[in-house]
């Protein structure tokens, strides 16, 4: 069993998709850990894409993160960090395949609706950062 680390990105909050993103995830059996809908300060913000700060995105990427809350999940599954990436699509939604989460809920490169580790030690690294361990069921 694995954990990975999820956030529904301030887009879907904004349009109100927090529940059919929470259903889609239960529906796939994925145990949720972790759940706190908080907002992102330009520090956070900067800590958590620290492999992206500098790039040429990241400004954009910042300004969107922290316009408004967030919703922050550890997801518990059989192959989770893998399977969440299946479920939520390519990052360009333009490119995402019918029926994942950013084909139906992303509205651009930038705002694609959620996120997802893409390795066993980001998604340690991404827990750590956002949850400690009382936080955790
Ligand atoms: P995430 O980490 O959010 O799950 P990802 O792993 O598919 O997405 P990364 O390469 O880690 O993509 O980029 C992190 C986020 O930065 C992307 O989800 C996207 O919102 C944003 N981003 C990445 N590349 C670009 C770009 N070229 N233009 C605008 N935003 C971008
Ligand atoms: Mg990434």
């Known amino acids: 069993i694995e954990r990975t680390f999820a956030i529904i990105k301030p887009n879907a909050v904004q349009n109100g998709n927090i529940g059919e993103i929470i259903t889609a995830i239960e ?14 300060t330009p520090a956070i913000c900067q800590g958590f894409y620290a492999e992206h700060v500098g790039k040429g995105f990241y400004p954009e990427l910042e300004n969107f993160m922290t316009e408004s809350p967030v919703v922050l999940l550890c997801l518990e599954r059989e192959n989770a960090i893998a399977r969440w990436r299946e479920v939520m699509g390519a990052t360009d939604p333009a490119k995402a395949a019918e029926g994942t989460l950013r084909k139906k809920f992303g509205e651009s490169m930038g705002r694609n609706a959620t996120h997802g580790s893409d390795s066993p030690a980001s998604a340690a690294r991404e827990v750590a950062y956002f949850f400690n361990a009382f936080d955790l069921a």
Do not use: C
């Not at 994925?30 to 907002?39: A, C, E, K, S």
């Open 27 to 40: 529906k796939d059996g994925f145990t949720i850990r972790g759940l706190r809908l908080t907002r992102l």
